[in-house]
């Protein structure tokens, strides 16, 4: 590890800090309705899409309050109606405009079309498919980049309704979900990606709808170089803690990614919104400190993935150490290390240390970018991105998820401490009671039932890992690698789908029936099976009075609950998936 490595990644995170209390500050103005410097431009706008979709006014000028059953009623209705749109253009692809290469001469096939779908509804955009070479300009604009921001916006309106839920006192509603929807994506995401793109396209993204650029190459060959209108996805992409990239390479390719600077803006917007949806947390719940306990969290777990990557990364392939120990008398081989890290499947122009940043800041939020192959990562580099998604992405998490993911884990935190001093738990001044405590483990069980449950079908099923699903005849190999390497892919898959990351090892077929359909189940789980407990206990926790601080409160901002709520995300992880993780990535390592 080298002075330059940590210098980029105390920058990077310092800039999260600094970001966070002026943008979470505007975010909680926009959410609670109050007039903003944006709004003498796209108040009118606003007003206009709330009389399009027939949302009613009340006297003062805003939306009517909806209860928790009716907010998740209208957050399902909305998500899945945009998915059956987004499956209709792939099934329709080739007589709608803007397909220069005139792709999917079949259109999209059924299956992979409703993995596409779902995954972009459920901001996972994990991609069974080569994009360039699949989707069409028109469905890759039309489709997934408006998902990519309304999947965002429908995450940070359940984040806003749940923090209602603590902020407000013996009301009956959490917020409009159409409204929360609406000022989420016209005031924070429309703003922050106009600028975010026109900065990356300044920087060399590309931004056009050519057609595909032939070039020839040193050895007399074709080849087709891939053009598209880049910048504004990938600004959405990141901003929206989305991921899906436009390339096959994603962040990795130089269309998207081409420079150093690039590369650290790119993984900055992955945790603007999220780092600063937590001191938003505390200006609506009128107590910053609370906020900044929970991004004190977030950045105890994060600093511990990063330093654990790139630590490993640096020592290398402990299999390729010990070869040159034997063959080699260099001072790095003699001790163990393989002499300039590990640095298969990764970029030279980002290096190891900008890699494993990349890799724990991807998935600590629900963002699938990459750029460098999780797959090529040593055993135990690895095992820190499949452990953080794992945890739920609550270390900053996406847009909206990681913090009503990391206030999930709060009531849990609170609850254990209840049991500790042998009192009622209390959280903002709310008690935290049975439902609250149901709801919560309830969404964590359904999290870790699709995960280990789908691993473990895939990883013994024949026809899961032969590829078919009910198909005759032979079927090429599914699993490109056997044993524990194996394992941690299917794994990963998962994992990723189910926290709604869209990240992937990378050495699994997907593309075929059986992981189309079960991996989309598995985002619809990791999704709406999560929100709607959660959303639960939003409502039951608005409906209670506010209760005043006493001397037997539990503090909740200050380092002893930090580190009992960290303490409290680390364990459920490792107590729920340590088995799982022994059979791969852990296994691996000691075989070497």
Known sequence: ???????????????????????????????EGRRNFLSPVLGPLERLVYRLCGVKLDATGQPGDQNWTRYAAALLAFSGFSALLLYAMQRLQIWLPFNPRAFSQNNVSPDLAFNTAVSFASNTNWQSYVPETTLSYFVQMAGL??????????????????????????????????????????????PLSIVSALFLCSQGVIQNLNQYTPAHTLEGATQLIAQGPVASQEAIKMLGTNGGGFFNANSAHPFENPTPLTNMFQTFLIFLIPGALTYTFGKMVRDTRQGWALFATMTLLWFG???????????????????????????????????????????TR????????????????????????????????????????ELGEVVFGGVGSGLYGMLMFA??????????????????????????????????????????????GSAVADFAKAGYWNSPGPAAANINNPGAHGFSEILYAYASATGNNGSAFAG??????????????????????????????????????????????????????VGLLAGVVIIVGALTYFPALSLGPIVEHLIQ
């Not at 920058?11 to 943008?23: E, M, T, Y």
């Not at 990364?313 to 393989?338: C, F, H, R, Y």
């Not at 985002?523 to 009075?545: D, E, H, Q, T, V």
């Open 145 to 190: 980049t408006v998902h990519n921001f309304l999947s965002a916006a429908a995450g940070l309106a359940v984040a806003v309704a749940m923090v209602r839920g603590f902020s407000r006192n013996s009301a009956s509603g959490i917020g409009n979900f159409w409204a929360d929807l609406t000022r989420a994506t016209l005031y924070i995401l429309l």
């Open 508 to 561: 699994l077929n997907a593309n075929t029936p059986w992981y189309n359909l079960t991996l989309g189940i598995a985002m619809l789980a990791g999704r709406f099976l999560m929100l709607l407990p959660l959303l639960a206990i939003a409502g039951s926790l608005a409906a209670k009075k506010q209760i005043p601080v006493s001397a037997g409160t539990f503090p909740t901002h200050g380092p002893l609950f």
């Open 350 to 389: 980002f290096g190891i240390a900008d890699s494993a940043l990349f890799a724990t800041v991807t998935t600590d939020a629900s963002c699938g970018a990459i750029n460098s192959w999780h797959d090529s990562f040593t055993p135990l580099g690895g095992l820190v991105p499949l452990f953080n998604i």
């Open 305 to 347: 993935g990063v330093l654990a990557a790139y630590h490993f990364e640096q020592n290398g392939t402990p299999m390729l150490a010990k070869a040159g120990i034997e063959t080699s008398a260099t001072s790095d081989e003699s001790s163990g290390v393989q002499s300039g890290g590990n640095m298969e499947g990764k970029e």
């Open 1 to 31: 590890m080298t002075v330059n490595g940590w210098l980029q990644i105390s920058c990077f995170i310092l800039l999260v800090a600094l970001c966070a209390k002026p943008l979470g500050t505007f975010i909680a103005t926009v959410m």
């Open 411 to 456: 009531i849990l935190a609170v609850f254990i401490a209840g049991l500790m001093v042998g009192r009622t738990p209390e959280y903002l001044g709310k008690k935290i009671e049975q439902k609250e405590v149901k709801m919560a483990m309830l969404a964590m069980l359904v999290l870790a039932a699709s995960v280990l449950f789908f691993a473990a």
